[in-house]
């Protein structure tokens, strides 16, 4: 019995002794000219942030039906961000969370395209990432800048690499909606908003990108650092499959992680202990 509370004392007294790293969540909104709206979006902030440090930044994107809350709601980031930053597995970094859209996907625009009245690509390039990392101080160029989601999120992630490679070090997709030729969301029909969201994703095909890239495009591509994410019975697994074989023809190098599971939070949240360390790694300093 002696030898059990020595032990217990032990493991308290070490787990006292760790520091500990707890980041926060801010939630920001910026007035768009591009899209009449003002935009909220959440921030989290590393442990011991100041506006006078630099940081890189993560751009950490939502999908269809979800908002800027979700990750921090119901994928539970801010732990582990906390955790991994606290071990050192990811540098101290500021995490931007961007709205897109909502759950009523019938009635109000969603997606990271531009589409009719919602010009939501040249929004996030051209007046929210210079306004938040000028608010922030942080990013502001390739090397310290990186950008990753699930879902609609991981298809806007590598498609933004994709027509932007200049702006990002890394993508990480998870559960990648790269293309809906197939109406993997819903047939091109009734032209709600919905309707839009999958006519642009269409358009926007991650996977056509790649497959008729020319040699100019693909050294661009090389550029980038590239991780495709996605669960063994998710119902997109053929489009991480099929993206990461046309990168492998076009010798783009890329990482393929296929694991169980499905299309679901749980899968998301664990994704994050790959993704955050894996945007870490290819940080540099220009």
């Known amino acids: 019995m002696r030898n059990i509370r020595i032990i217990i004392a032990t493991v308290i007294m070490a787990v006292a002794s760790v520091p500990a790293f707890a980041g926060k969540i801010v939630t920001e909104k910026i007035q768009s000219a591009i899209l009449s709206a003002e935009v909220a979006y959440n921030v989290y902030l590393p442990d011991g942030y100041s506006s006078e440090n630099h940081y890189p930044v ?3 994107l939502h999908g269809l039906s979800d908002d800027y809350r979700a990750w921090d709601i119901k994928g539970n980031m801010k732990l582990v961000a906390d955790e991994l930053m606290a ?44 306004a938040v990392e000028a608010k922030l101080n942080a990013g502001g160029c390739k090397g310290q800048r990186a950008v990753m989601g699930l879902s609609m999120g991981g298809g806007g992630s590598t498609v933004y690499c994709q027509r932007h490679p200049e702006c990002f070090s890394s993508c990480y ?12 969301v819903r ?4 032209k709600d908003k919905l309707y839009y969201v999958t006519k642009a994703v269409c358009e926007r095909s991650a996977l056509a990108f790649v497959e008729n890239a020319d040699e100019a495009t693909v050294a661009q591509l090389r550029t980038v650092k590239w991780f495709f994410d ?27 992680r296929i694991r169980n599971g499905v299309h679901n939070w749980e899968y998301w949240h664990t994704a994050l202990r790959m993704s955050l360390p894996f945007a870490s790694r290819n940080f540099s300093g220009k």
């Open 187 to 190: 047939p091109h029909k009734d």
């Open 87 to 130: 071990s050192g597995e990811c540098v101290p970094a500021v995490i931007v969370m961007p709205n897109a859209g909502g759950p009523d996907t019938a009635n109000m625009w969603n997606g990271y395209f531009n589409m009719p009245s919602w010009s939501y690509e040249d929004f996030f390039f051209n007046e929210f990432m210079p």
């Open 173 to 184: 997709a998870m559960s990648a909606w790269l293309d809906n030729d197939k109406d993997n």
């Open 58 to 60: 993560i751009y950490l």
């Open 230 to 256: 996605c669960g063994d019975d998710d119902f997109l697994f053929d489009q991480s499959v099929r993206m990461h074989q046309l990168m492998r023809g076009k010798r783009v190098k890329s990482e393929l």
